[in-house]
């Protein structure tokens, strides 16, 4: 069973930046794919960025060149940097690791941006 704890979020105005992490347990980490989504409220869950085990990077539309994806195998971490943001990337931001197949989901960090 993995475990993962986002953390990072909060309330920031339009313009601004935050750095999202997530911790995951276990060991292999540096095997896994990862990525980030985000779920608005009313609004289905989506896909924000994702980075493979070999480092591979993808983005949303909506979100590129602005947000970069890294991960630190050493700290079973990944991040989410995230600049210049706009009152619609207010969401709760979930982590997710695939692991043989299986999706394994974060609790999610609250992100607020205010105009």
């Known amino acids: 069973q993995v475990q993962l704890v986002e953390s990072g979020g909060g309330l920031v105005q339009a313009g601004g930046s935050l750095r999202l992490s997530c911790v995951a347990s276990g060991n292999m980490f540096r095997f896994y794919n990862l990525g980030w989504h985000r779920q608005a409220p009313g609004k289905q869950r989506e896909l924000v960025a994702t980075?493979?085990?070999?480092?591979?990077?993808s983005y949303a539309d909506s979100v590129r060149g602005r947000f970069t994806i890294s991960r630190d195998n050493a700290k079973n971490t990944v991040y989410l940097q995230m600049n210049s943001l706009k009152p619609e990337d207010t969401a709760v931001y979930y982590c997710?690791?695939?692991?043989?197949?299986?999706?394994?989901w974060g609790k999610g960090t609250l992100v607020t941006v205010s105009s």
């Open positions: 997710k690791l695939v692991r043989y197949g299986t999706d394994y």
């Open positions: 980075i493979t085990s070999g480092g591979t990077t």
